[in-house]
């Protein structure tokens, strides 16, 4: 199947089965906004949990915060974002749609290394077992010929990113006859900038109110706490302090279902560190975050870092974490060295003295930042697109089943009385009355077995287990896996040690030492 139409049926699940709906659905939607159902909820909070956990309980110097979304209008001034927080956008005159001009050309370059892969692929099946991929790349012409130009087009796009240069950046679409995907043709405006952040007022007008922003990012919530928390929790560096909240972004290209949105949640940690170690803690959290991203278990290929070519104003090295989504490899996580930049401006634009005295160097220095950054619902989005399958089974029989890490999933497991009779749902409600207090149970009677199966699977619920007569008898029911379909005998007081052992939260932290 096209990896477009399994996308498609990605989305189109999320909604069916209670993850992620439009918003404002029933007045026709509000672009690039989205609602978390019933279930997409209690994934939502899995993941977030898996978050916080791995970075509170883990690392003994990082602590958490939640700070407001609305701040006073002058650090963002001092972030940078009032000035610089913009996308150069560029329109088709033709179909009138309006895209990001950095994107049009990623997605170009993108081609390349598509027909790259292509032709090494060939090759691959071509030459079997004495394939050497790094010779071929290098010999062979056409391969040559494609590294070349996706070299060059890449060394000039750098260079008009960091010296922010729109026209040249317009010039690269033109000579690369990039057309617009709606009208096909290439009638493009100049390119212009376009500030992301949403402007809002805070008091009544007759006060004069005052324009407040929502926050771009929930980042800066930490930095202007870096002193209370610093001295009240008499923090010694290096710490961290870590974060979960709302973001917003008017961003103009809004596309690809959750992965880009006008309001989106992000989970930041800020960690303090010596000037001059930084590169030392910047290695360690990007191999750190990536074993995060692993110890899910949805297979180490689907991720890659991806270094960054231009770096913003205040970063001195950067580098995401991308995941292979049906629409190819996207960044999901920053993590980015982000020098004193923020603490020195802040102490600028406020006036306060934000230092740190080093007892063990017995001096006051600002401290340097190591920033891991990651968006809750391009990770949702990364779990749902690597969880989705549509699986034939024996006898021409059909399942969509989602194999999410079974300590992510909303239900961990659903009790179904084989029969609605025979005191078979007494004994069920009984079993769910033991396992509730732990897990998220569903009780379900209605339908045959078999459809309720189905509907378990299509939510990921690792476990069904399964009250017949048997039950009453010798008190075992039958414990079905999701993934195997497997079902074995066991007696019902074992299902609380044999499910917890799968689904805590615990385990996957326990993966991370
Ligand atoms: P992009 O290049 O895709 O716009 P970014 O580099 O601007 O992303 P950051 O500012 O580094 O993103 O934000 C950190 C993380 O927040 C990203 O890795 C992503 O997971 C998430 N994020 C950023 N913008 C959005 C958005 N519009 N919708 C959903 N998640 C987002």
Redesign the pocket.
Known sequence: MAQDDVFKKIVAHAKEYGFVFQSSEIYDGLAAVYDYGQNGVELKNNIKRYWWESMTLLHENIVGIDSAIFMHPTIWKASGHVDAFNDPLIDNRDSKKRYRADVLIEEQLAKFDEKIEKEVAKARKRFGESFDEELYKKTNPRVTELVAKRDALHDRFSKALNDNNLDELRQIILDEEIVCPISGTRNWTEVRQFNLMFKTEMGSTADGAMTVFLRP?TAQGIFVNYLNVQKTGRMRIPFGIAQIGK?F?N?IVARQF?????E?E?MEMQFFVRPGSEMEWFRYWKEWRLRWHKALGMGDEKYRYHDHDKLAHYANAAT?IEFEMPFGFK????I?SRTNFDLSQHEKFSGKKIQYFDPELNESYTPYVIET???V???FLSVLCSSYEEQELEGGDKRVVLHLPAPLAPVKCAVLPLVKKDGLPEAAREIVNDLKFDFTTHYEEKDTIGKRYRRQDAIGTPFCITVDHQTLEDGTVTLRERDSMEQTRVAASELHRIISQKVSINSLLRKLG
């Open positions: 990012e973001a972004r961003e959750i992965f880009r949105m006008r989106f992000q995401d960044e999901v996580e920053g980015h950054s990651i968006g619902d391009r990770m």
